[in-house]
């Protein structure tokens, strides 16, 4: 019910000209729309006969991205993705390599990307320690809907290699990127890096010193931008994730032009916090290009990598070791394998003593932070405009953040996470004056109106019920429970949409530690299980 067709002389190797489409169907990221793609063919002709055939799949789209070079107290900046001129709320996670043998990426990539789309993501990030992937992700993609972060592959380097010969490669580099993938709607964004600007050997201002300028990378400042002027004007570009302006680097050490610190100029972030929420509400970015919590993997994936003998304890394990991620051999760190330890320390107030235990403990943990990370900066929607978890899948066996381990089994986080990434989904805010804020995210382009009750899970007594209506593509208040003080709890607050449309989400009252064993009770008798569709961890 859309076509168009044009036809034109060639009268050199190359030829330039317009198509003018009527009442287009336009690509649109999930939640906001259909990912319409037009299938065009294009013929070479001569002497009226077809000498060559192209066909692509054409998403016709306009994607910006507005950004400031600051964010401050006195000053907020933005860091705003507009589609077809309207605002979107990118809820995402990033992209790693898919498998550490890349001949084996093709036939992992469809589950992959699939991961995405089942948790409702409508950006990933290919993150700069990643490989350029194939047609057949981006392909998929485009078809789900999914947005594009195309980070170019470099990251976390200090940026020494300026010399002319390097600066030469790198335009090839870029330069071939561009031209093999521009043609995707789903790519959103160029970036030129991650890390380098803020990366420890360069020493930025939140290291406390006076390094030598980022914005001096001739390869983000200057090789790249001029690739992107003669192929592909159109899309946004920025430097590094998190960028570094020359407005950050230039202002003030003394009060950092009214920030906390001087990370805190910068719109968008990267984070590893604590779960806590004092050192969650810290942040200040705008938009979260990555940010995440470990959790365990589950234990028939642990067994998979981890031999017999050395499955528990899982202290000076050097197979544990091998595969703890970050770590560095030469000072024996344990990493994100003991920074899980403490979390479920401080989160249930026990140390595990038992793999089964680690496992069921520090998944949940994850799950909670994750949720509670994603719900808190959709909730300050308006203000923030998006949040890319680190991350969802590994390509190869590991202690980590992502939500997904390498054997694509999914841990607990996957499915709160795809929970509070619902096109429409209301949260409760932390309680203030003896009230708990029912807030509502609608992240549609359409109205959504219907009703919400909160049940608190242990007595199964409903407390509150409201009916709300929300505009598009916006938040509101839909009601207001009593939250008593110094008091434990988890309410189920489920709502019915006038469309008809059912869902519910979990709120955690009180605050941690929490008492294990109540907190299982407090999933069984919330149907968490039967509503996630998880397998049972304990």
């Not at 078809?143 to 600066?167: K, N, S, T, V």
């Not at 570009?237 to 302006?245: D, E, F, G, I, L």
Request: proline share 5%; charged share 25%; with cysteine.
């Amino acid at each position: 019910d859309s076509v168009f067709e044009k036809e034109v002389p060639m009268y050199f190797v190359v030829n330039d000209f317009r198509i003018q489409v009527d009442n287009p169907k336009l690509w649109w990221p999930r939640g906001y729309g259909k990912a319409n793609l037009y299938d065009v063919t294009i013929d070479l002709i001569h002497c009226g006969e077809v000498v060559s055939t192209m066909h692509k799949n054409l998403g016709i789209r306009t994607i910006k991205l507005l950004f400031s070079e600051l964010h401050t107290k006195d000053h907020p900046g933005q860091f705003q993705f507009k589609v077809n001129g309207k605002d979107v709320f990118c809820r995402g996670a990033n992209h790693v390599p898919a498998d550490v043998f890349h001949s084996r990426d093709a036939a992992r990539i469809p589950e992959i990307v699939g991961l995405f789309a089942e948790m409702n993501c409508n950006m990933l990030r290919c993150w700069g320690g990643n490989v350029i992937e194939s047609h057949q992700f981006y392909d998929i993609c485009d078809r789900e809907g999914i947005m594009i972060w195309q980070d170019f592959a470099m990251a976390c380097h200090h940026m020494c290699l300026q010399h002319p010969d390097y600066l030469e490669i790198m335009r090839q580099e870029c330069e071939w990127i561009v031209k093999e993938l521009r043609q995707h709607p789903s790519i959103a964004l160029w970036c030129g890096d991650n890390e380098s600007d803020i990366c420890t050997e360069s020493g930025w201002r939140m290291w406390g010193d006076r390094p030598r300028d980022p914005n001096d990378n001739l390869v983000t400042r200057k090789v790249i931008p001029e690739v992107l002027r003669l192929h592909d004007p159109e899309r946004s570009y920025q430097a590094s994730s998190p960028y570094v302006s020359p407005a950050a680097h230039a202002a003030p050490l003394e009060d950092h032009n009214g920030a906390d610190w001087a990370y805190d100029l910068l719109p968008e972030q990267h984070a590893y916090p604590e779960f806590t929420k004092e050192s969650i509400h810290t942040l200040k970015g705008l938009f979260m290009g990555e940010i995440g919590y470990a959790g365990m993997p589950s234990i028939e994936s642990i067994k998979q990598f981890i031999p017999p003998e050395a499955l528990w304890p899982w202290r000076d394990q050097p197979e544990w070791l091998t595969h703890a991620t970050d770590t560095i051999q030469l000072y024996m760190t344990w990493g994100r394998i003991e920074r899980m330890e403490i979390g479920v320390n401080k989160f249930f107030n026990f140390t595990p003593d038992s793999l089964e235990e680690y496992c069921c403990s520090a998944q949940i943990v994850q799950a909670e932070a994750l949720k509670y990370i994603a719900e808190h900066f959709r909730r300050r929607k308006g203000l923030t405009s998006g949040v890319l978890l680190w991350n969802m899948v590994d390509g190869w066996p590991q202690f980590s953040e992502a939500m997904v381990d390498c054997y694509f089994r999914r841990k607990l986080s996957f499915y709160y996470v795809k929970n509070s990434y619902a096109d429409f989904v209301i949260t409760g805010n932390d309680p203030s004056n003896g009230e708990l804020q029912l807030i509502a995210v609608n992240d549609t382009l359409e109205p959504q109106s219907g009703t919400v009750t909160v049940r608190d899970v242990d007595s199964n007594e409903i407390i509150a019920s409201h009916e709300f209506a929300i505009e598009p593509n916006t938040k509101g208040i839909c009601g207001t429970v009593p939250a008593r003080e110094n008091v434990q709890a988890m309410y189920l607050l489920e709502w019915k949409l006038s469309n008809g449309q059912t869902n519910s989400n979990h709120v955690l009252l009180g605050e941690a530690p929490f008492d294990y064993s109540q907190y299982k009770s407090w999933c069984d008798k919330a149907g968490l299980e039967e509503k996630y569709g998880y397998s049972k961890l304990w």
